[in-house]
């Protein structure tokens, strides 16, 4: 697993702070992005992982108590700015949620909704191409190709996760935002979505919080630690896991607390 | 002997079972480990359950019984053979016998009321004294019964749980009971008409005109299609054409867009609106809105509009559904889970989007099912339609034209000079059967779609 050398960031974050009706979540955080490597962000519970990942896209702005400061750009461009549209940025970074959160329509229309509120395709062939080549990518094809007018709520937890997976590639994102997307996997599952972030790996700039050391080790090639709102550590994940240079970073990998 | 008596006494009995019950279990021997089943008190409570519960229990059923016996023993005697065969004069004069014999400064109209009231006063006081003898040796049973069970280890306490869950229980049963009750006796009255106008007359024919009956063929003037039309068009189509979008847009409105300082005053104002006296909602059809709406349709050309239009009573009943159609929609979403909002929201969708692709669509079984429920209160909806439909029954699609309701023709059919028994007012019950079974499935269809829909989030 290496750590291929970063060309200019995808997304860099300079002293991000976000609080929460006045109460800090999370503290000054600096970090960068890549289009090469998978990032994992790690850290106990509560940690502020999820916070920081819903500043990248701008989730946050749908919680009305959460305030965010600092400067988060994508290819250089101000995510925060007045001039950014956020429809569009949320388009360009998607977001795959711990809970699988399918639609209640159909597995098709599920893949199709990006697309078609983005006006991605000009006629139907069009709109059946982009499904299948989004399900392709997300390995769901072959399970799913011949009941797509099925409802995507029918499908297992696995296959839910990967049609979300699907669902978010369909728009073509330049980043993917994966928030503990295997917490509730059965371990086969988990292994299909970890094979699919591999795949997916260098398409895209991806971004996977677990808890899960052994994952973050598998698909990730770098690593942020956080600890109580703020960024402890961040490098090449094998760095982090067999060298961590702060000793709070080495507690919580080597288990003693979290 | 006189009820209120009666009931003091058997609190008077159930008092000194509680005193006598406790007084006991204070003197228990506790035993070396000093420590009892049950508390003092909760002996007491157990002998003055027994004391009361089967007691008032028996005078809650003999007061049902014993007017039905008071009257058998009236018929039997002597004068009672003058009277009419004819059931309706035959119940008001033993009815005018009652009152005289309750008020010995009542003077009876009918002379046989008058021989009759000395037979219903001996009646009443033979059975009331049966009755309360009988209450009083009930409770004075009970209580001796249960204060002969006190002992150390008797388990008053879960006893008395017992009882408290029994009176709880008979507690809730008597709402669905007094339903049932009241089913049964529009069943009752509904059945009388039918055996004179037949059912099919009533549900399917087209000519509803109560004021002119034949006697020999009621059901010729009684068919209801008109009312049914008319609180179809006004309930289900006017009102809903008013309450539907803006419930459901006010609903959006608060789940989706209000900051919580405006939703906060917002959704209570709008349960205000829910609140609202209906006659108040009636006032503002009749003196405000139909003439608006009267002044409409002349000004397009309508210059027979009637001002009593079908559109004014439909306008003001769906403002007053508005905020029931909207809390039902506003828990309908509320109930999608926001994972869901916030998958559309990560793909890049607006909040308009989001809600017209995503959260509608999610919510519509529950939104359908506050519209079905919005509706059976719109058709059973009375006081708008009284003070501000008309009486004329037209089948008619134009809503500046007058319509006339269910209720408002029960409201007619019983008010003024109302001679029960005649097909004419027995009608009313029949058509308040007709409205109760229709809201009733409604309801039910209505409850099985929101609870299917709920499952199907959890
Ligand atoms: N919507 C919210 N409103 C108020 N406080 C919040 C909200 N979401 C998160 N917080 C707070 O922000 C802090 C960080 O939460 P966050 O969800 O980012 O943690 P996390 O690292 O993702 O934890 P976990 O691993 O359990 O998912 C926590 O203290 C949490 O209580
Ligand atoms: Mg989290």
Redesign the interface.
Known sequence: MTDRVPSSPKMSARGVNVSYGGTPAIQDVSIDIDMENVTAFIGPSGCGKSTFLRTL?R?ND?I?SAKVTGDITLDGEDIYSAAMD??????RV??V?Q?P?????SIFENVA??PR??GLAASRPDMEAIVERSLKRAGLWDEVKDRLSDSGTALSGGQQQRL?IA??IA?DPEVILMDEPCSALDPIATAKIEELIHELRGRYAIVVVTHNMQQAARVSQRTAFFHLGQLVEYGATDDIFTNPRQERTKDYITGRYG | MNAFALLFLIAGLGLIGWLTGRARAVRFDRGARGRVNSLPSQHGWYVALWTLLPALLFVAVWSAVSPGLIRQAVLEHPAAAKLSDFAFERDAVIDEAGRVAADPRASAFNPIAAELAPAVREARSRYGWMGGGTAMLLAFAGGAFAFSRLSVDFRARTRVERWVMLILLLASLIAILTTIGIFLSLLWESLRFFSAVSPVELLFGTHWSPQVIDPKHPGASLGAVPLFWGTFFIGAVIAMIVAIPFGLMSAIYLTQYAPARVRAWMKPMLEILAGVPTVVYGYFAALTVAPAVRNLAVALGDTYASSESALAAGLVMGVMIIPFVSSMADDAIAAVPTAMRDGSLAMGATTSETIGRVLIPAALPGVVAGVLLAVSRAIGETMIVVMAASGAANVTLNPFESATTVTKQIVDLLTGEAEFDSPKTLAAFALGLTLFVITLLLNIFALRVVKKYREAYE
């Open positions: 896209n989730m749908t009305p956020v429809v569009q940025l949320r388009a998607g977001m949620f809970k959160n399918p639609f209640p329509k909704y990006g509120i983005h979300c669902r978010a728009v």
